[in-house]
């Protein structure tokens, strides 16, 4: 008589997943899916990608998308996984939150969002952010990381695309940088141009009434006001 294996239970297989995406392993990865856990499941912290992304583990990334990841599929506060690069470890690198930056931390960042973004899935979903709700584009902008922003535009988000509060990521790139903000501030107007250049409207005020020129006069970085005034 030959006996056969049970296969592993659901729960032990998507444990030993979530072990080999921490672990940056792809190879790890494509045993326990092989064993039977699901890429495209939904826990408490999201997907399988999500969990990837926010924990800047590239080779993750692109292992799960590979294997059938969905880009789609829900990360935190409302985001999928295009946004969950700009959340926990990932989002500290990639919008120079960090009080000490590492190049090499930043760099493995921009490879996380960029295999993800290059699937053209949820660009422009909200994801919520205290009193308010952003788009990775608009989060982007925010900081003043035109690497992140030419990443997103080129994979085809929407430069107009608004919040709540009516607010687009031409809006964020005129203002004051946050306080947070620790990236490089002047690539600001390189961001204003290429939001111009892939359509931006800057003729579009926000909800308290004020167009992205008139934003930018009050903020007073010439180079920025040139920018939307064509010059």
Do not use: C, H
Not at 39 to 62: D, F, Q, T, Y
Not at 180 to 209: C, H, M, N, T, Y
Request: glycine residues 12%.
């Amino acid at each position: 008589m030959s006996l056969t294996l049970a296969a592993p239970a659901t729960a032990q297989t998507d444990a030993a997943l979530r072990v080999a995406i921490l672990q940056d392993d792809p190879g790890a990865i494509a045993g326990a899916i092989r064993a039977g856990a699901d890429p495209r499941a939904v826990g408490e912290n999201g997907s399988p990608l999500a969990i990837a992304a926010m924990s800047g583990k590239a080779r993750a990334v692109r292992a799960l998308l590979d294997l059938g990841a969905d880009p789609a599929a829900p990360g935190p506060n409302g985001g999928n996984a295009v946004s969950a690069a700009f959340f926990a470890m990932n989002g500290v690198a990639l919008l120079g939150r960090d009080e000490a930056p590492e190049p090499a931390r930043r760099a493995a960042a921009l490879d996380v969002l960029r295999a993800i973004a290059a699937r053209g899935v949820g660009l422009d979903v909200l994801m919520r952010l205290g009193p308010t709700s952003m788009t990775p584009l608009m989060q982007a902008a925010e900081a003043g990381a035109v690497d992140v922003v030419q990443i997103l535009l080129q994979a085809g988000a929407n430069p107009n695309a608004v919040n709540g509060g009516r607010y687009s990521a031409l809006d964020y790139a005129v203002d004051r940088a946050p306080s947070w903000a620790a990236l490089p501030q002047d690539g600001r107007a390189e961001i204003v141009r290429a939001l111009l250049a892939k359509g931006a409207r800057r003729d579009r005020a926000g909800a308290d009434g004020v167009t992205p020129l008139a934003r930018a006069r009050r903020t007073g970085n010439a180079e920025v006001i040139a920018a939307l005034e064509g010059g």
